[in-house]
């Protein structure tokens, strides 16, 4: 995954906000993966239609911490959530 990626959610993903976590299912896997609040956030952009790019570039008005270490984290999530087929690249 790269920051200039386009993200997609397939349609039989479904993913539902608990206080500021996020829970999301995979239908056909029945699998349930967890987000805390960091991951939630940037779940609640990508379902904005916001590229990794700008998933950060929002992030960064809204948490102390560097640009470097938010890219790395919010790139290792994306792969996590592509490995486990809760995003695609578009």
Do not use: H
């Not at 699998?31 to 570039?57: F, S």
Request: include cysteine; charged fraction near 30%; glycine fraction near 6%.
């Amino acid at each position: 995954m790269k920051l200039a990626d386009k993200v997609t959610i397939p349609a039989n993903v479904m993913a539902r906000q608990v206080d500021e976590e996020t829970v999301i299912l995979d239908l056909r896997g029945g699998a349930y993966y967890g987000l805390n609040d960091i991951g939630t956030r940037v779940w609640q952009l990508l379902i904005e239609g916001k590229t990794p790019m700008e998933v950060c570039d929002s992030m960064m008005e809204e948490f102390d911490v560097s640009r470097e270490e938010l890219e790395k984290d919010v790139l290792t999530l994306l792969n996590e959530l592509e490995c486990s087929q809760l995003i695609f690249r578009a």
